[in-house]
């Protein structure tokens, strides 16, 4: 798949990496902007409040599948209903919300943990089947939690409680599953 990541940071470089282990072919763009207009998926890893900011330095992008990793630590600046419904109004095409609820700093670990480590995601139908693969070609096991409203939100409201928890053990991986799977 050819995958254009916007934020080349510690999420956008660190699936970048996971990716091309994985056999993609992986851009990732920084503040200097570039074109995705040859991507499959555009995937956006900026800080929240740089979004538009950030896509605005964008050529070519005309509609692509799109996932949204961001979190918003600072007031919400508008009415969308989530960052990834701020996303989607600008790229256009089916959307998912994923990778915001695990910690960069421990993607190099995940292929050591003795069971997959779990990755909530929520996403527009058409975008559902492209965000499970890409989750899962990052190591992780996606769990779906529903559409993208009001599943984006819920994702990004539960950032509190990751920092939250992230302050008392550190950097954690999470494991969701019905009873008798784990
Ligand atoms: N770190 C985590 O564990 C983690 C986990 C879940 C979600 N998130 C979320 O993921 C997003 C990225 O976090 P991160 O930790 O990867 O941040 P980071 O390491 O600080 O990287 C941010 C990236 O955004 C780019 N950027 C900043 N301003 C920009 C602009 N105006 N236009 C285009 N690109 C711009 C930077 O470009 P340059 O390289 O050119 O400076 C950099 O590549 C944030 O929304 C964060 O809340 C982070």
């Excluded at 975008?127 to 009001?150: H, N, Q, S």
Aim: negative net charge.
């Amino acid at each position: 798949m050819n995958i254009t990541v916007i934020g080349r940071g510690r999420v956008g470089g660190g699936l970048a990496r996971l990716w091309e282990t994985a056999g993609h072919e992986v851009r990732t763009l920084g503040r200097d902007g570039g074109d995705a207009s040859d991507a499959d998926v555009v995937v956006v890893a900026v800080p929240g409040h740089l979004i538009d900011e950030a896509l605005r330095g964008v050529t070519g992008l005309n509609g692509q599948a799109t996932i949204d990793a961001t979190n918003l630590y600072a007031e919400r600046g508008t009415d969308f209903p989530s960052l990834a419904h701020q996303v989607k109004s600008v790229v256009g095409g089916p959307t998912a919300k994923a990778f915001n609820t695990v910690f960069a700093s421990s993607y190099e670990l995940i292929g050591e943990q003795r069971v997959t480590p779990s990755n909530l995601y929520a996403a527009d139908p058409e975008a559902k089947d492209v965000t499970a693969r890409l989750i899962g070609d990052a190591g992780f096991d996606p769990v779906y939690v529903g559409d993208l409203d009001p599943g984006a939100r819920l994702l990004e409201d539960s950032s509190g409680l990751t920092r939250a928890l992230a302050g008392q053990i550190g950097p954690f991986f999470y494991r969701y599953g019905v009873p008798g799977e784990l």
